[in-house]
């Protein structure tokens, strides 16, 4: 007759299995976050699309309050809403290597943005404009509604 010890069925695993299982687990779990890491990059249009949309939004608010027309100003380095101190800043900066472009209503080509002003009537009425930010990343088009002065798709 066998021993009890021999005939016994072998429950569980080793401690060689657990480990080899392990480290494939986390082998597989480093490949996968390395492959998913670039997600985390940032948008490198999402500062100046908030800022040209939070200064339009105050420059229509502050026309209809103020009763009086304001600007958002265009130049080489950036925009900004020229003799007013907005909340969060009158100036942004884009930054280096993006250009931006204006799409006027009724043009037939998209044009340099500096030297144009987008302009805010009493009434609370805008222009409706395209501004395009365009750098070696890509391009991204905002698109104003003239009543609200926000993006629209």
Not at 43 to 70: C, G
Not at 96 to 111: A, H, P, Q, S, T
Not at 117 to 129: L, N, Y
């Amino acid at each position: 007759m066998k021993p009890a010890y021999i005939s016994a069925k072998r429950a569980g695993f080793t401690m060689l299995e657990i480990v080899v299982v392990m480290s494939i687990m986390v082998l597989i779990i480093g490949i996968g976050f390395a492959s998913f890491s670039f997600l985390d990059d940032e948008d490198p249009f999402a500062e100046p699309a908030q800022s040209l949309t939070r200064m339009s939004r105050f420059a229509i608010h502050a026309s209809v309050i103020q009763r009086r027309s304001m600007n958002i100003v265009f130049d080489k380095e950036g925009f900004g809403v020229p003799g007013v101190e907005v909340p969060d800043g009158s100036y942004f900066t884009v930054p280096k290597g993006m250009r931006m472009l204006i799409y006027r209503l009724g043009g037939r080509n998209w044009e340099k943005a500096e030297g144009h002003s987008w302009r805010f009537g009493e009434q609370g009425i805008c222009e409706p404009i395209k501004i395009r930010f365009q750098s070696a990343e890509g391009i991204r088009d905002l698109a104003f509604h003239p009543l609200t002065g926000t993006p629209v798709e």
